[in-house]
């Protein structure tokens, strides 16, 4: 893990997004149903009031909120790319060596004299130059 950045307006800026969050999280629950409002605003005025008072008391909090967002990172990475893996790409290579694709033209054919894939030549424009993909 890398060296977090602990100065004033990185903390400042924490405290006033968690507050804002907190504060988002307020207006739902009283969307919803109008109970338990006072802890989410609560802490919406903690975090507002700490990150324009006492930023240095979030240091703490900001530490373990980046170490835990670093471990969920690690984690969802290896487990979105596993699912998609498995789920995606194995099914097509299945599909693929089941019905004798070959997109990559990897086979060997021994009658033929050369694997080289000639390009025709076409003249070159000066948009072609401007969007070469």
Known sequence: ???LNLDKTKLRKFGITMGIFFLIITFIILLKNKE???PASILSIIFI???VFAWTLLRPLY???MRLAFILAWINTRLIL???FYLVFTPI???MRLFGGDLLDKKIEKNKESYWVKKEKTAFKQSDYERQF
Do not use: D
Request: charged share 10%; no cysteine.
């Open 93 to 95: 290579g299945i599909g």
């Open 36 to 38: 338990g409002i006072i």
């Open 82 to 84: 596993s699912i998609l």
């Open 63 to 65: 530490i373990f909120w």
């Open 1 to 3: 893990m890398e060296e």
């Open 49 to 51: 009031i700490l990150a």
